[in-house]
C-alpha cells in the first residue's frame, strides 16, 4: 500500500505544501496544465523554483496575485471549481477542503457558511494553493494519507479579530482533536489554508511504524526561523503487520455419534478454553456419511481439550498437529448505537482501512429486548456503528 506521509515539524501552508508535493514527483507542467481548467490565469502568477532553507534543498512554490477587486465568497469559489474542466476527483476534494476551511471561519465569526469571505487566507492564492493540492494528491494517487503532530507555532498573528494568539482562530478550529506541538517556530507556522489541507485530506494523523520510505519531498517557507522552515512529505509502502501465535489443531472423525449431542459439545469444549471449535461433513469408507470434528487449542490446554473430546464423543482417537495463526491487530471498542452501547472488534488493516464487526451476542439481545427480527437489528446498529467509526468517535 502506497502512503503519502506528511512530516509538520515546522507547519504546514499552502505553498509549502505546493512545493513539498512538486519536490517529492509532481511534475511541474502537469499543475501548471492542470490548474489552467480554472480559466483566472490572469489572476495569478505560480513561481517554482529550487532553494534551501538552512542547509536543505527542496522546492518553493510562490502564488503572486495580481491586483483585483473581485470578492468571492465560499458559492462562488464552489460554483468557480465546479464549473470548470477538472476530474471529478480533483473538484471533489478541492471543495472538501473548501467545505472545511469555510465551517470554521463561520464557526469563528458566527455567520453561515455561504456568508464566508476569504479575506484572511486570500481568495486568489487559497484557491491556487488547495486546487493545487488536490491536483498533486490525485496525480501521486496514494492509498492512504498520514499525518504526524503539526507544529502550529508561537506569538501572536494578526487578524480580523486584531492581534490573537497562535494559532489564528480558523486554525484552532480546523485542527480540533489534531495532535499538535507549539513553540518550535516563532510566529505562525500552520495557516488556515494548510490546516483545512490536512483536515480534508488527511486518513490518520499517526505516523505508521511500519513504512519504507521510497521519495522524500521538501517544500520551502517564506520565513526563517531557528529550525529550517521546511514541509517533508514522502511517499512510503506499507505492509500490514500480523500478529503471530502458535496453536495447537485437535481432529477426530465421527460417524456412529447422535447429531443431537454436537450442539452440547460445543459449548462443552468452549467452557474448557477451546478458541474454535467446528464441524465438517465428510464420507468416510464405506460411503459412510460422517463429521470431522476440529478444535482450535492453546498450547496449553490440548492435554484438557483432548481428554475432553475422548470422553464426551464416540471416538477412540484424535489427530493433533501445531499450527501458526497469523493475525491482523485489532482490538474490542464499546461503540454507541441507537439500542445502546455494543462491542464492536476492530481490526486494523492498514492506516486507514479497517475491518470491523459487532459481536453476535450483543445483536441478538438487543433483537430479544426489543422484540424485533435480527437482521433489521442487524442492519440498524451496523449503520450506527459505520457512522462513528468513519467520524473516530
Not at 37 to 51: A, Y
Not at 128 to 141: P, Q, R
Amino acid at each position: 500500500m502506497q502512503l503519502l506521509l506528511y512530516e509538520c515539524f515546522s507547519g504546514i501552508a499552502g505553498d509549502m505544501n505546493l512545493g513539498a508535493l512538486i519536490d517529492v514527483g509532481v511534475p511541474e507542467e502537469h499543475l501548471r496544465s492542470e490548474l489552467s481548467l480554472l480559466g483566472f490565469d490572469n489572476e495569478f502568477e505560480l513561481s517554482i523554483s529550487r532553494g534551501t532553507k538552512q542547509g536543505i534543498s527542496g522546492t518553493c512554490a510562490t502564488v503572486s496575485c495580481r491586483p483585483s477587486n473581485v470578492h468571492r465568497h465560499f458559492p462562488d469559489i464552489r460554483k468557480m471549481i465546479e464549473s470548470s474542466t477538472l476530474s471529478e476527483p480533483v473538484v471533489r476534494r478541492a471543495v472538501s477542503i473548501f467545505e472545511d476551511l469555510a465551517e470554521a471561519e463561520a464557526k469563528v465569526h458566527h455567520i453561515s457558511r455561504d456568508d464566508v469571505h476569504f479575506h484572511e487566507v486570500g481568495a486568489i492564492d487559497a484557491i491556487v494553493d488547495i486546487v493545487g493540492a488536490s491536483i498533486c494528491v490525485e496525480y501521486l494517487n496514494p492509498d492512504s494519507i498520514a499525518c504526524g503532530p503539526i507544529e502550529l507555532g508561537s506569538g501572536m498573528v494578526k487578524c480580523e479579530h486584531g492581534l490573537m494568539p497562535v494559532p489564528a482562530p480558523a486554525t484552532a478550529e480546523l485542527l480540533l482533536n489534531r495532535p499538535t506541538t507549539r513553540g518550535r517556530v516563532d510566529g505562525e507556522a500552520t495557516t488556515p489554508t494548510g490546516a483545512a489541507i490536512l483536515s480534508a485530506t488527511v486518513d490518520s494523523f499517526e505516523i505508521p511504524k511500519n513504512v519504507r520510505v521510497k521519495r522524500i519531498g521538501y517544500g520551502l517557507g517564506q520565513k526563517d526561523c531557528s529550525v529550517p522552515n521546511v514541509l517533508r512529505v514522502s511517499l512510503c509502502e506499507v505492509e500490514t503487520v500480523l500478529f503471530q501465535e502458535s496453536n495447537v489443531e485437535i481432529e477426530c472423525n465421527i460417524d456412529d455419534m447422535s447429531p443431537e449431542a454436537i450442539g452440547p459439545l460445543f459449548e462443552h469444549l468452549l467452557e474448557r478454553g477451546a478458541l474454535d471449535v467446528f464441524v465438517t461433513p465428510i464420507l468416510m469408507k464405506k460411503s459412510r456419511p460422517a463429521h470431522r470434528l476440529t478444535i482450535l487449542a492453546p498450547q496449553d490446554q490440548a492435554k484438557l481439550l483432548i481428554d475432553s473430546v475422548l470422553s464426551s464423543t464416540t471416538t477412540l482417537g484424535v489427530r493433533t498437529h501445531s499450527v501458526s495463526k497469523h493475525m491482523l491487530p485489532r482490538e474490542v471498542k464499546r461503540v454507541q448505537s441507537r439500542y445502546g452501547t455494543v462491542r464492536v472488534k476492530i481490526a486494523t488493516l492498514s492506516t486507514s482501512e479497517v475491518k470491523w464487526k459487532v459481536e453476535h451476542e450483543d445483536l441478538l439481545r438487543i433483537a430479544k429486548e426489543q422484540d424485533s427480527q435480527y437482521l433489521k437489528i442487524k442492519n440498524q446498529v451496523e449503520e450506527d456503528v459505520r457512522v462513528r467509526i468513519d467520524s473516530n468517535e
